[in-house]
C-alpha cells in the first residue's frame, strides 16, 4: 500500500498494515505523498520503515500561504525536505528496500487550513505531525510554477521538464546523497 496523496496518514497506513498483517501487506513510501497530508517526510518515513517494500521518491518545497500552505513536488534537492536524513536512516533501517526516484514537479498545491471546510478529512491528524509539518513550511520557500515557453509545443515542452527534474534528481543523489551506481 502506498501513502498515496492525501488519502491516509502514515499512521493510518501503519494501522492498516498491522490490521492486515504486515506478512501480506507492506508499504510503498511516497515521500511526496505525505506533504498532501500534512506530514513532514521524515517522520513518514520512520512511521512507515519498518513495513517498507519499495518506494517513489521526490522532494518537495512547502511554504506559508495567505490560506494556509502551498506544496510543490520538486526534483531532488530543490525542496526543503532533510533529504541527507531521512537518507542517512534509510541506509541504516531498510537498506535493501528499492529508492525510486518519482518526479512530478512544476505545480503547487493550496492547502488552505486556515479555513473551516479543510479540517473534516484531516481531523485525525495528530497535533505533533502537524506542529512538524507547520516547521516544514517555516523552511521553505516560494515556487513559481512551470510554464510552456511561447512558442512551445505543450506535450514537448512538458515533457523536456519533467526528464531535466529527473536528471537533476538523479545528479543530486549520486553527488549529495552516495546514492546509485559508481562510476568506473
Not at 517494500?53 to 525536505?81: F, L, N, Y
Not at 471546510?117 to 512551470?146: C, E, H, M, Q
Not at 512551445?152 to 538523479?170: C, I
Request: hydrophobic share 35%.
Amino acid at each position: 500500500m502506498e501513502n498515496h496523496a492525501g488519502d491516509m496518514h502514515s499512521r493510518e497506513l501503519v494501522e492498516l498494515i498491522e490490521t492486515a498483517g504486515p506478512e501480506f501487506v507492506g508499504a510503498t513510501i511516497d515521500t511526496g505523498n505525505s506533504t498532501w497530508t500534512l506530514e513532514d517526510p521524515v517522520e513518514t518515513f520512520r512511521n512507515l520503515a519498518p513495513y517498507a517494500i519499495c518506494s517513489g521518491i521526490r522532494d518537495s518545497m512547502v511554504w506559508p500561504s495567505e490560506k494556509g500552505a502551498k506544496v510543490q513536488w520538486t526534483a531532488m534537492g530543490d525542496g526543503c525536505v532533510d533529504m541527507k536524513t531521512l537518507f542517512k536512516e534509510w541506509s541504516d533501517r531498510c537498506p535493501e528496500t528499492p529508492v525510486q526516484i518519482e518526479t512530478i514537479s512544476g505545480f503547487a498545491k493550496e492547502f488552505p487550513y486556515f479555513e473551516k471546510d479543510f479540517w473534516p478529512p484531516y481531523s485525525t491528524i495528530r497535533p505533533d505531525d502537524y506542529s512538524r509539518f507547520l516547521a516544514l513550511a517555516r523552511k521553505g520557500n516560494v515556487l513559481s510554477p512551470f510554464f510552456v515557453p511561447e512558442g512551445k509545443d505543450p506535450k514537448k515542452a512538458q515533457q523536456d521538464y519533467q526528464l531535466e527534474e529527473l536528471e537533476r534528481s538523479f545528479s543530486y543523489c549520486r553527488k549529495n546523497l552516495g546514492m546509485g551506481r559508481k562510476s568506473v
